[in-house]
């Protein structure tokens, strides 16, 4: 997979788990680790990537930053957000599995800190990368035991060009649904790549940037 086609866009987070979602709950934005989270992202298609990743993202009301490293089959992600009301931080660890058809399976656990609580959680993912003649598609899905969250994102890479362009949708049980659309900008074929993007539901703009060696 050439640079061009490396994800560099968003969850609480480990090579897929770059990608990260904001959710609202009850007026209040918190952090999910989609691609944890898996956020936003990020993962080269070989199972066992070495790599690390770092994003910001900043909206009218709120920011977060993202961080993942992955060494082999592990890796170990780091989500915080800053939003009206409070912050979240989540900790994140999961183990890469091969699957057929060129499928990588993610297993782990998170940590979540809200409210001065910790609370425990289960995440289980699944990502691909799609070799196309005009480019590339790379697709994520997750879940998380913690509030039942869910994540999903695909993202195009069109071939020869420093643009990709990003769908992503996530939620919990607890009353939460979003869905957003991102592009980003690869600078000087390198690893840093400026995004910006809109949260339909929250009807809010955001802009970010990020660093993915995957």
């Not at 709120?62 to 979240?88: K, M, N, Q």
């Amino acid at each position: 997979m050439s640079s061009k086609c490396r994800i560099a866009a968003i969850a609480a987070v480990f090579p897929s788990e770059v990608f990260f979602a904001r959710v609202t709950m009850r007026g209040r934005r918190v952090a999910q680790i989609a691609a944890l989270t898996t956020l936003t992202t990020l993962a080269a298609p070989a199972a066992h990537a070495d790599g690390e990743f770092l994003q910001y993202d900043r909206g009218p009301s709120d920011h977060t930053l993202v961080a993942s490293i992955g060494r082999g089959p592990i890796s170990g992600g780091l989500t915080f957000s800053d939003y009206d009301g409070g912050a979240e931080t989540t900790l994140s660890l999961t183990h890469a599995v091969p699957l057929d058809y060129g499928i990588t399976g993610r297993v782990g656990a998170t940590l979540h800190f809200d409210d001065g609580e910790a609370d425990p959680g289960l995440k289980i993912a699944a990502e691909q990368y799609l070799a196309q003649d005009w480019g590339g598609l790379f697709w994520l899905a997750e879940i998380d035991s913690y509030r039942a969250g869910y994540f999903a994102l695909m993202q195009a890479f069109p071939q020869g060009m420093p643009i990709n362009l990003e769908l992503t949708a996530s939620g919990h049980n607890d009353g939460y649904h979003e869905t957003s659309v991102a592009t980003g900008f690869q600078i000087n074929d390198g690893p840093v790549r400026l995004r910006t993007g809109v949260r339909l539901q929250a009807q809010e703009a955001f802009v970010g940037v990020s660093l993915n060696t995957f």
